[in-house]
């Protein structure tokens, strides 16, 4: 049996998720204890949807220092090729 055949609107196409070496370049800059204002920039979402993500345990491991959100960057790039695996 074959794929069925998909039409894209005019003007999109398809891009394929970034690789491994593609997805360390993305934390290049960033310190080792990234921010929701810093993963927000990362992922292009709003840092109330990365608190949000923290408060419900999706990011792994997220912590809060006084009022203050974190994340090891290692743990959001777990976390960011994880979300490409699941699409």
């Not at 360390?24 to 109330?48: H, W």
């Not at 990365?50 to 009022?67: C, D, H, Q, T, Y």
């Amino acid at each position: 049996m074959s794929a069925p055949v998909v039409q894209l609107p005019p003007g999109c196409k398809i891009v394929e998720a970034p690789s491994a070496p593609q997805t360390a370049a993305m934390f290049e800059g960033y310190p080792d204890l990234l921010t929701p204002d810093d993963m927000a920039e990362i992922i292009r979402q709003s840092a109330k949807t990365v608190r949000k993500l923290m408060r419900s345990g999706e990011i792994p491991n997220a912590f809060k220092i006084g009022a203050f959100w974190y994340v090891a960057k290692a743990d959001f790039a777990e976390f960011v090729e994880r979300g490409k695996r699941e699409r």
